[in-house]
Protein backbone atom coordinates (compact mmCIF):
# COMPACT_ATOMS: atom_id res chain seq x y z
CA UNK A 1 0.00 0.00 0.00
CA UNK A 2 1.42 3.21 -0.94
CA UNK A 3 1.43 6.23 1.30
CA UNK A 4 -0.74 8.97 1.71
CA UNK A 5 0.00 11.84 -0.28
CA UNK A 6 -0.93 15.41 0.36
CA UNK A 7 -2.06 15.79 -3.19
CA UNK A 8 -4.64 12.80 -3.35
CA UNK A 9 -7.54 14.24 -4.32
CA UNK A 10 -9.74 11.88 -2.56
CA UNK A 11 -7.92 13.02 0.56
CA UNK A 12 -10.53 13.89 3.21
CA UNK A 13 -9.77 17.33 4.89
CA UNK A 14 -9.85 15.49 8.16
CA UNK A 15 -7.01 12.84 7.32
CA UNK A 16 -4.86 15.73 5.64
CA UNK A 17 -4.97 17.89 9.00
CA UNK A 18 -4.36 14.56 11.00
CA UNK A 19 -1.21 13.30 8.70
CA UNK A 20 0.45 16.81 8.12
CA UNK A 21 -0.67 19.17 11.26
CA UNK A 22 1.22 22.17 9.56
CA UNK A 23 -1.27 22.36 6.66
CA UNK A 24 -4.07 23.82 9.00
CA UNK A 25 -2.36 27.00 9.43
CA UNK A 26 -2.99 27.98 5.23
CA UNK A 27 -6.50 27.11 6.05
CA UNK A 28 -6.63 29.53 8.97
CA UNK A 29 -4.47 32.01 6.73
CA UNK A 30 -6.76 31.97 4.00
CA UNK A 31 -9.21 32.51 6.53
CA UNK A 32 -11.04 29.12 6.04
CA UNK A 33 -13.17 27.09 8.84
CA UNK A 34 -12.46 23.86 7.75
CA UNK A 35 -10.17 23.10 10.55
CA UNK A 36 -12.60 22.00 13.15
CA UNK A 37 -15.33 21.73 10.86
CA UNK A 38 -17.63 18.85 11.24
CA UNK A 39 -17.98 18.28 7.55
CA UNK A 40 -14.17 18.05 7.60
CA UNK A 41 -14.46 14.24 7.51
CA UNK A 42 -15.95 14.50 4.04
CA UNK A 43 -14.58 17.01 2.50
CA UNK A 44 -11.61 17.11 0.26
CA UNK A 45 -9.22 19.80 -0.98
CA UNK A 46 -11.11 20.71 -3.71
CA UNK A 47 -14.81 21.10 -2.16
CA UNK A 48 -13.09 23.69 0.32
CA UNK A 49 -11.34 25.49 -2.89
CA UNK A 50 -14.81 25.62 -4.55
CA UNK A 51 -16.45 26.34 -1.22
CA UNK A 52 -13.98 29.31 -0.61
CA UNK A 53 -13.25 30.58 -4.47
CA UNK A 54 -9.70 29.65 -4.00
CA UNK A 55 -7.68 28.88 -7.18
CA UNK A 56 -7.18 25.10 -6.02
CA UNK A 57 -3.66 24.60 -8.03
CA UNK A 58 -2.11 27.33 -5.92
CA UNK A 59 -3.76 26.43 -2.48
CA UNK A 60 -2.37 22.90 -2.95
CA UNK A 61 1.42 24.44 -3.88
CA UNK A 62 1.08 26.17 -0.36
CA UNK A 63 -0.12 22.71 1.34
CA UNK A 64 3.03 20.78 -0.09
CA UNK A 65 5.12 23.65 1.58
CA UNK A 66 3.28 23.39 5.00
CA UNK A 67 3.46 19.89 5.02
CA UNK A 68 7.01 19.62 4.03
CA UNK A 69 7.76 21.64 7.43
CA UNK A 70 8.63 19.51 10.15
CA UNK A 71 5.86 19.41 12.61
CA UNK A 72 7.37 21.27 16.16
CA UNK A 73 7.53 18.79 18.78
CA UNK A 74 6.29 19.52 22.38
CA UNK A 75 8.36 17.83 25.18
Request: with cysteine; hydrophobic share 45%.
Given at each position: M???S?????????NL???W????A???K???L??????????R??D??RE??L???E?R?E?R?????PA?SR?
Amino acid sequence: MAAPSVDDPDLALLNLFELWPGTGAVFLKHRMLCFGCPIAPFHRVIDACREYRLDEAEFREELRAAAAEPAISRR
